[in-house]
Nanobody, 117 residues
Framework: QVQLVESGGGLVQPGGSLRLSCTTSGMIFGLYTMGWYRQAPGKQREQVATISSGRSTNYAESVKGRFTISRDNAKDTVYLQMNGLKPEDTAIYYC???????????WGKGTLVTVSS
C-alpha cells in the first residue's frame, strides 16, 4: 500500500529555517507530481509548492523566494526547504502525490510547523 510520511516539522523562530521531508513507498515515484500543502487553524488548505516528474515547479506567491521544493527520485523523497520563516507560515504541512497518468492521489498525515518567538 502507498504511504507518505512527512518529517522535519517543529518550532522555529521568525526568520529561521526548516527542511521538511516526505518519504514515499508503495508507488512508482517517478509517475507522480509531488506537492506540499498546508493548513493553518481556521483556514482552508492551500497549495504551497509542487514539483512534477520533469521537475517543473510552482509556488504560492506567499512563499516565492523563501521556499524551495525538490525531489530525489533515487530516494523516493520530496523536500521543502523553508527559509525566512514567518509566523503566518505556521500550519500543518501535508505531502501530496498526484498521479500524472492516472487519477490517483495520496496524502501524508502531516507535520506541524510552528513559527513563533
Amino acid at each position: 500500500q502507498v504511504q507518505l510520511v512527512e518529517s522535519g516539522g517543529g518550532l522555529v523562530q521568525p526568520g529561521g529555517s526548516l527542511r521538511l521531508s516526505c518519504t514515499t513507498s508503495g508507488m512508482i515515484f517517478g509517475l507522480y507530481t509531488m506537492g506540499w500543502y498546508r493548513q493553518a487553524p481556521g483556514k482552508q488548505r492551500e497549495q504551497v509548492a509542487t514539483i512534477s516528474s520533469g521537475r517543473s515547479t510552482n509556488y504560492a506567491e506567499s512563499v516565492k523566494g523563501r521556499f524551495t521544493i525538490s525531489r530525489d527520485n533515487a530516494k523516493d523523497t520530496v523536500y521543502l526547504q523553508m527559509n525566512g520563516l514567518k509566523p503566518e507560515d505556521t500550519a500543518i504541512y501535508y505531502c501530496n502525490a498526484d498521479g500524472e497518468w492516472r487519477n490517483e492521489e495520496y496524502w501524508g498525515k502531516g507535520t506541524l510547523v510552528t513559527v513563533s518567538s
